[in-house]
């Protein structure tokens, strides 16, 4: 026969045995998730997945749709060259999507708040109408304003502040970390051949040690042009998603004006009837200017 005391004592250890496993469980993710980090309290209040359809996305850009009130910003560092703005028309439309949120707090009224973001830039070229000699253009139809190219580039970032007390003095600290570019070009014109992708990840600033307290190292930079901080498609086909996925982790302090994390996408563009050709280069740079504060 079995013996019924020893059953009920194995049962009481193993009880003992999962309950424990269970408190390691729920507690370890909230200070080991980020070997930065020293808060012991963490909690994620927002999640949702980024829209996946280009068309929602598209007229959600076109018509204002944002999460980031300020994200018009973003495009205040997009310049074009002088011989393609001469011959189209370039609209660009933004939208940015914020996909989780993370609050912290610490132990002395220290707190923190991690959000993810993705902004997306469409940037459209449609051929302006031709009336003046030597145009590249002069066989396009005059009242053709359809667009011919949609360069699209989507970049992934995560955006931090830190409220941390010196002593009794409150201070913010701003930082950002790049977790992917993504860039495409959809071609809607026969006449137009492309080559020569690039899809590059950038950065500039402090690389932030730790977050409480607040700890800075070397100084960081990633212009998207050395080894491993940009990928080349030499022939891109066009309508087909290229990604960048940086070879750096880093969280970078990106207050003051100067520093940056952020993406930036290259094409050359051929007009195959003339055999013009345009470099389209665009960048996106998150700094604190970009938030609310």
Known sequence: MFDLNMIRINQI????????GILFVTTIPASASNNLDSFPQKQVTFSKEPISNEAVLYDRAKNGETDL???????????????????????????????????????????????????????DLSPKSTTSSGSTYLEQPSKDSSVSVTCTLRVYYSYRTDLVYSGNIPVNWYSAKLDRVQ???????????????????????????????????????????????????SNPNPGTNYN??????????????????????????????????????????????NFPN
């Open 183 to 233: 860039s495409k070009w959809t071609i809607n014109d026969s006449q137009i051949s492309i080559r020569n992708g690039f899809v590059r990840g950038t950065a500039y600033g402090k690389k932030v040690t730790s977050f409480d307290p607040h700890k800075e190292g070397a100084l960081i930079t990633h212009r998207g042009t050395a080894s491993g901080e940009y990928s080349l498609i």
């Open 69 to 123: 009130f300020f994200d018009q910003s973003f495009m205040k560092n997009l310049t074009f060259n002088e011989e393609l703005a001469k011959e189209f028309y370039i609209n660009n439309y933004v939208t940015t999507e914020k996909i989780k949120e993370i609050k912290e707090l610490g132990q002395k009224g220290d707190s923190a708040k991690e959000e993810s973001y993705v902004t997306t830039i469409f940037t």
């Open 244 to 289: 960048y996925y940086p070879n750096w982790n880093d969280w970078i302090n990106v207050y003051p004006d100067a520093t940056h994390v952020g993406g930036q996408a290259d094409i050359t563009i051929h007009r195959n009837p003339t055999g013009s050709s345009w470099n389209f280069s665009y960048p996106l740079k998150v700094n604190y200017n």
């Open 13 to 20: 250890l193993i009880a003992g045995f999962l309950l424990v």
